[in-house]
């Protein structure tokens, strides 16, 4: 009976434990998030301030007065920082077009690899995982090369294919293993009506993927959206820079008062990430959640 009462009535002093090591890592936690905001906080602060006050010692964190001169020049000026805007443009649809070749690419990839049996599939599906543990530095001449080649250099697909390829192999693995804890009964029951293996996979593979499928979109999109190395290298003209390239350029040239500008249009850049992750947050869980089902 004691055994019993213990466990229905847990003594206090575990209690207490447990509410202290509870209120340790909320703590912990909360601490961190405290640091990890800072420079977010930083960011948009200095971008509300008027231009002598940037660099005020010591700092104001609170803007006043508050002004929006700075996302004004960097949206609808006409002098040097209106390539920050044409640059927001550039990256949407770098972002965009990377976005929907790597799901193409890496769904028509993952299926077959997943649901189909053909001699070398566990031979091919070694080699793309393999390929994730290459650094992207180590394939940057090569890839440099053929870019000129084709003649891709400082254009869009110039930007987009390289971009797609390397978020490839991480989304055929993620489609991979997602696909593999679809019931093949469904497929079965497809083709015994006359479907054909596109349709099976366009019909009823595709729309059981609408998680798995968000939460890849929105690593596809960030990898492109925040890429500084590649556009750098292969973009020399200024009409034709990405977001984080032509920040980092307005820094080098104009120095110290250009911060302003250039804290608008970070703040900016970090708005549509900002968007689609509190839009497809729960996609993100349950994508990433759902495809390490079955291995």
Known sequence: MTAIAERLDPPRTAVR?????????????????????????????TSLKATEDIVRVPPEWIPWPATLAHYQE??????????????????LVVGAGTTGLVLV?????????????????????????????????????PQYVLTQQLGWLSTFQGLIVPEAAV????????????????????EDAARIDGASAWQVFS????????????????????SAWN???????????????????????????YASE??????????LSALPLLVVF??????IVEGVRVSGLKG
């Open 105 to 141: 690419t890496s769904a028509m990839t993952a299926y077959p690899l997943a649901r189909m049996r053909f001699p070398g599939r566990d031979l091919v599906f070694s080699l793309i995982v393999a390929s994730l543990m290459i650094p992207n530095a180590v394939v940057l001449v």
């Open 74 to 91: 960097v949206l609808f000026s006409s002098s040097r920082t209106a390539r920050i805007g044409r640059a927001f443009v550039n990256s």
């Open 227 to 253: 890429d500084f190395l590649w556009p750098l290298i292969a973009v020399n003209k200024p009409e034709m820079f990405p977001l984080p390239v032509a920040l980092a350029l307005l820094r080098g040239t």
């Open 278 to 283: 509190l839009a497809a947050n729960r996609r």
């Open 17 to 45: 434990r447990l509410d202290v090591a509870a209120l340790s890592v909320t703590g912990g936690l909360l601490a961190l998030a405290v640091i990890w905001l800072l420079p977010v906080v930083w960011m948009v602060v």
């Open 203 to 222: 019909r009823i593979v595709l729309p059981l993927s609408q998680p798995v499928l968000a939460a890849l979109a929105i690593f596809a999109f960030r």
């Open 167 to 186: 978020t490839f192999p991480f989304g055929v693995f993620l489609l991979r293993q997602f696909f593999l804890t679809i019931p093949a009964e469904l």
């Open 258 to 267: 250009s911060y302003g500008p250039i804290m608008a249009g970070a703040a």
